[in-house]
């Protein structure tokens, strides 16, 4: 299924690692169901009180669903729906309200805001690099700017948005504006998002949970007003799968770091 979950009983943090590194943890359909069951069980499991999710191998954290697997997805006629094996791959839309912590390292884009965007907060290492490329392939970005817009100022989500491939936000900027909370030495975000998570996990968990919640409440009416237009947005905006091959075939813009 290529999907790690390592529990730590003494300090109740549970870690759930994407683990296709020479796939850059791309995300397959068997992967997508087994971390909506994971995050599932873990309302379940009291002694995991913390969560980290981050990737395997070091240049990417993730980079959104797997071409092939998006190529199996029958879709619907109608305009007004979509079928989106992604919706359901982060925690909160698994009615998980555990605190789950991000540790990013390397490339993070397009489907990964579906995770980043229903962490409690991220951690990335120096050469994390968070870029959206659907514009450039003839997709519309909108789950995944929904998700950024709750985290980042809205002109940066519409410049990463619109600019697609062509360009990258670093750790350093990501930081800057919002989306990134610390910053570690290039490989030192999983120490450090356990290290967080184990010092919210030694809190009553209660206490703990109670605060997600009420944070998430702050954010939800708007969010899922947006994402009740989304499905519309990308069946009439995307361009037809064949087009988007041949887009994907071509040599892409060169992209530059900010």
Not at 161 to 172: D, K
């Amino acid at each position: 299924m290529s999907i790690r979950v390592e529990r730590d009983k003494e300090t109740g943090v549970a870690v759930v690692t994407l683990d296709r590194p020479a796939k850059h943890n791309a995300i397959t359909l068997d992967m997508a169901r087994g971390l909506a069951a994971a995050w599932r069980g873990f309302r379940y499991e009291d002694e995991v009180r913390a969560i980290v999710v981050t990737g395997a191998g070091g240049r990417s954290f993730c980079t959104g669903i797997d071409r092939e697997a998006a190529g199996n997805v029958p879709q619907p006629s109608s305009p007004y729906t979509v079928d989106d094996p992604l919706l359901a791959i982060g925690p909160k839309a698994n009615d998980l309200w555990k605190p789950v912590i991000a540790a990013v390292e390397g490339m993070a884009c397009g489907g990964a805001f579906y995770l980043l965007g229903e962490a409690e907060f991220l951690i990335a290492g120096e050469d994390a690099s968070f870029f959206d490329p659907h514009t450039t392939y003839g997709m519309v970005s909108a789950f995944e700017t929904i998700h950024m817009a709750q985290r980042m100022p809205h002109g940066e989500v519409a410049r990463m948005a619109l600019m697609g491939s062509a360009e990258r936000i670093s750790a350093r900027r990501a930081y800057e504006t919002g989306l990134v909370s610390e910053v570690t030495e290039t490989g030192g975000a999983l120490t450090a998002a356990r290290a967080a998570a184990a010092v919210i996990a030694s809190c009553p968990t209660e206490a703990v949970q109670g605060t997600v919640r009420a944070l998430w409440s702050t954010r939800e009416a708007a969010r899922a007003q947006a994402l009740a237009h989304a499905p519309h947005l990308v069946t009439l905006g995307n361009l037809p799968a064949d087009r988007q091959a041949e887009l994907f075939t071509r040599r892409g813009p060169e992209f530059r770091t900010r």
